[in-house]
């Protein structure tokens, strides 16, 4: 559907216009101090040894010259080329030690954010659109970087030289730099009005990229692909595309085009002060009986000293703009972690895998109702739970709630008597192991998908997982193998040999507790059949909790669960509950 062109910015973008504290963006650079230090030192360095050359030349116009000193003239001459090769060789020391410091910032940032977005829950992942955390990622991040690989050392150095060519314009002459301050004032306002123009449409243009990128994620991903060609709607996505494109090349024209005419009119202001300079040379009640080799002198330096003037101006203005983007990504480095690590976190050595919910309660935020309502159940080690009911009726969420996906709203998850929140999230999920109705493969050999699990697995431990899921014949009779690429989200694979993949890959890291959350549902069955009989020979001595609408993969469950809204209408075996005539038996029918 096309994108609507106009729309009310959301809690979090207009949490965006807000100031970020310089301290902050400080702060990431706080632990390269001593690098940075060392680059401020090389810049002050060059800056005072590129301001001989003008002194240098002086000597040669009012001296070496008129003279005909050769020894002279060929000294200051030397000392012109080792000014130009010294500086050049600072430059290039100060450019790799502030470039490197700026890439290691960025690099922190990338793998802070990545990081933090690791810890955030299930729900932050189904409220934020998936392009808009990429967007994130590369662009907000990667439109800081010439900000923070060289702005610090840009600050320092144009300020350094501004400083040093001041010094030696007053001590040419102090008349002459009187001129020169004259056009500092407006060039200070211009360039503030700039960078206010230029960090609003910073801000504009990042949220447009990250619509196009949800766009792009939408549309060309394999299931985004099946979806518009089954429906019909791949004119309307290319549509939603173009206009978003269309806004972006707007945002970026005015971005670049921002106060261009005001700095132009700053660059003729600046360009106007040499005539002004050479005419006050020419008049006797300013020029002080100036020499011609004092007035090159001092007009070089001049030329030289709106150069880095400019440059620090403009670095306030990037500055300025980039803290839109520090916002965005500052904004996700605030957002809280709703599952969190134990300070002090509970060592099981040896899980039995006894499995407790005492009371639970949870509602997920934003829904009137809870999805699961005081449960209490009790799942002894190596005995077998499933949990039945219709669509709704909370199955999955216990099943999120046991892998701690979820934390209660209230009651408690424990295994083996030990709160699951006082487990590390590590230790945890050795020892429950998930496979759900939707299956996610990566997009490399099933041999690493499998080896996801166990990093350190042997290629016989994975064929044994294989062969327990009962996938083994089909993947070793392909051409290559394990090594077979399965394609974006496992598309190379039909929906029963991936659930098999997905099994296979959950059984190699070998838990006490298995959660099968409708596990089975893409299987013919006669596979089925199959899965079944692999799980009731690895189901021993584990603690099992299935969740199936197919009643007959639970039947032989040493107890059923019906649920309904949340809450447990019945319990007990299949025979029992059949015996009830209650609303299992009606499941059953």
């Known amino acids: 559907m096309p994108r609507p062109t106009g729309r009310t910015p959301s809690a979090a973008e207009k949490a965006q216009a807000k100031s970020v504290s310089l301290r902050r963006i400080g702060s990431l650079f706080t632990e390269h101090r001593g690098r940075l230090a ?7 360095a060059s800056s005072i040894i590129s301001t001989a050359s003008p002194f240098l030349l002086r000597g040669v116009i009012d001296k070496a010259l008129p003279r005909a000193d050769v020894r002279l003239l060929i000294w200051l001459v030397l000392g012109m080329v080792a000014v130009a090769a010294v500086t050049s060789v600072l430059g290039v020391l100060q450019t790799w030690i502030s470039t490197d410091v700026g890439q290691r910032v960025m690099h922190r940032l990338r793998t802070d954010v990545f990081t933090h977005l690791q810890r955030q829950s299930i729900g932050f992942f189904t409220r934020t659109r998936t392009g808009e955390v990429q967007s994130r990622i590369t662009n907000d991040i990667g439109g800081m970087e010439s900000v923070v690989t060289s702005t610090a050392t840009s600050i320092a150095a144009n300020l350094t030289t501004v400083v040093a060519t001041a010094v030696s314009m007053a001590a040419l002459s102090w008349r002459l730099s009187l001129v ?14 700039v960078a206010r ?40 996505l290319i549509t939603r595309f173009t206009d978003s494109s ?49 007035l090159v ?20 203005v990037s500055l300025t703009t980039s803290l839109a983007l520090f916002a965005r990504i500052f904004e996700y480095l605030d957002l809280p972690v709703e599952i969190t690590e134990p300070p002090s976190p509970v060592r099981l050595d040896a899980p039995k895998g006894h499995l407790r919910l005492e009371d639970v309660t949870f509602a997920y935020a934003g829904s009137p109702s809870a999805a699961v309502a005081g449960v209490t159940l009790d799942v002894p080690a190596g005995t077998s739970l499933a949990l039945v009911g219709e669509t709704g009726s909370g199955k999955s969420t216990i099943a999120g709630l046991i892998a701690r996906l979820h934390d209660p709203t209230a009651g408690r998850v424990t295994i083996d008597g030990v709160d699951i929140r006082e487990l590390s999230l590590g230790d945890l999920a050795g020892i429950v192991g998930v496979v759900s109705q939707e299956t996610y493969l990566l997009h490399t050999t099933v041999r690493e998908n499998l080896r996801y699990a166990k990093p350190d697995a042997t290629d016989e431990e994975i064929e044994d997982a294989a062969r327990a899921a009962r996938i083994h014949d089909m993947v070793a009779a392909l051409p290559d193998g394990y090594d077979t690429m399965v394609g974006s989200r496992g598309h190379r694979f039909s929906g029963g040999e991936k659930q098999r993949i997905a099994i296979a890959r959950t059984l190699l890291r070998d838990p006490r507790i298995l959660v099968l959350d409708e596990a089975t549902s893409a ?33 032989d469950a040493d107890q059923i669960v019906v649920l309904d809204h949340g809450r447990v209408l019945e319990a007990g075996t299949h025979a029992t509950l059949l015996s009830a005539a209650g609303r299992y038996a009606a499941l059953a029918a």
């Open 180 to 193: 020169t301050v004259v056009v500092l004032p407006p060039s200070i306002w211009l360039t503030r009005r």
């Open 197 to 236: 123009m230029r960090r609003e449409l910073t801000a504009r243009r990042q949220r447009e990229l990250a619509d196009l990128n949800v766009t792009i994620e939408e549309g060309l991903s394999i299931g985004g692909v099946q979806l518009s060609k089954t429906m019909g709607t791949a004119p309307a």
């Open 38 to 44: 060392a680059v401020v030192l090389i810049i002050v």
């Open 297 to 316: 002198a001092f007009t070089a330096l001049q030329a030289g000293l709106f150069r880095p003037l400019l440059g620090l101006l403009n670095v306030g």
């Open 246 to 294: 269309k806004r972006l090349i707007d945002l970026e024209l005015r971005s670049e085009l921002a106060g261009r005419w005001r700095m132009a009119s700053m660059s003729v202001m600046f360009a106007a002060i040499p005539a002004i300079i050479y005419l006050a040379a020419g008049l006797p009640a300013t020029s002080g009986g100036m020499t011609i080799g004092t």
């Open 523 to 555: 299987l013919d069955t006669e596979t089925e059949r199959a899965v079944q009989q692999a799980f009731d020979t690895l189901s021993r001595g584990r603690t099992t909790v299935t969740i199936a609408h197919r009643l007959s993969t639970v039947r």
